[in-house]
T-cell receptor
Framework: QKEVEQNSGPLSVPEGAIASLNCTYS??????FFWYRQYSGKSPELIMS????GDKEDGRFTAQLNKASQYVSLLIRDSQPSDSATYLC????????????FGSGTQLTVLP | GAVVSQHPSWVICKSGTSVKIECRSL??????MFWYRQFPKQSLMLMAT?????????EQGVEKDKFLINHASLTLSTLTVTSAHPEDSSFYIC????????????FGEGSWLTVV
């Protein structure tokens, strides 16, 4: 079992819709969770960090964390074509010297 | 926000030569920096963790004598690819942890290496 799992996609949504990206992790002791966006040929860009159960909102983005289910998600409201990218879920695995472990990423396409 | 600068953005080198990539944290001190490699359409693979003032910790399967990492100051880490071969061609990305800023990890812009 991979430590951090994401559906690779591709996920396509129409412009203006809500895009929902999901991620599960295997280490129950993990405490820090991140979502990064990566455009093709570019470096990842931090979108959200979340550390506590529940929702965290920042503009059009909402991160949701459920530690009991070992599940973290990212919702993008009012999706725009510029949101088309690969979204990487990252977790700091407990006992890992605080390094990020990445999922394989979900490719999102927002159709105009 | 925090900025991590990586240089060069892209480099082409001949097979057998060495290439150095720099990673700088511009507005925070980074006691820990990370080096990743990413092949096309694949996820980031951690190569090594670089700690200021000490030896880097390499991931399994990464040759420490081939990928030399130096973290001589709180704002600078370097990765040197020695005796580069075409199969080393990849996108190399560094990241740095802002220990004061909630341990958030920021990425550099990445460096494209092509070995011909």
């Amino acid at each position: 079992q991979k430590e951090v799992e994401q559906n690779s996609g591709p996920l396509s949504v129409p412009e203006g819709a809500i895009a929902s990206l999901n991620c599960t992790y295997s280490d129950r002791g993990s405490q820090s969770f991140f979502w990064y966006r990566q455009y093709s040929g570019k470096s990842p860009e931090l979108i959200m960090s979340i550390y506590s159960n529940g929702d965290k909102e920042d503009g059009r983005f909402t991160a949701q964390l459920n530690k009991a289910s070992q599940y973290v998600s990212l919702l993008i409201r009012d999706s725009q074509p510029s949101d088309s990218a690969t979204y990487l879920c990252a977790v700091i695995i407990s006992g890992s010297a605080r390094q990020l472990t990445f999922g394989s990423g979900t490719q999102l396409t927002v159709l105009p | 926000g925090a900025v991590v600068s990586q240089h060069p953005s892209w480099v082409i080198c001949k097979s057998g030569t060495s290439v150095k990539i720099e990673c700088r944290s511009l507005d925070f001190q980074a006691t820990t920096m990370f080096w990743y490699r990413q092949f096309p359409k694949q996820s980031l693979m951690l190569m090594a963790t670089s700690n200021e003032g000490s030896k880097a910790t390499y991931e399994q399967g990464v040759e420490k004598d081939k990928f030399l990492i130096n973290h001589a100051s709180l704002t600078l880490s370097t990765l040197t690819v020695t005796s580069a071969h075409p199969e080393d061609s990849s996108f190399y990305i560094c990241s740095a942890r802002d220990r004061v800023g909630g341990n958030t990890i920021y990425f550099g812009e990445g460096s494209w290496l092509t070995v011909v």
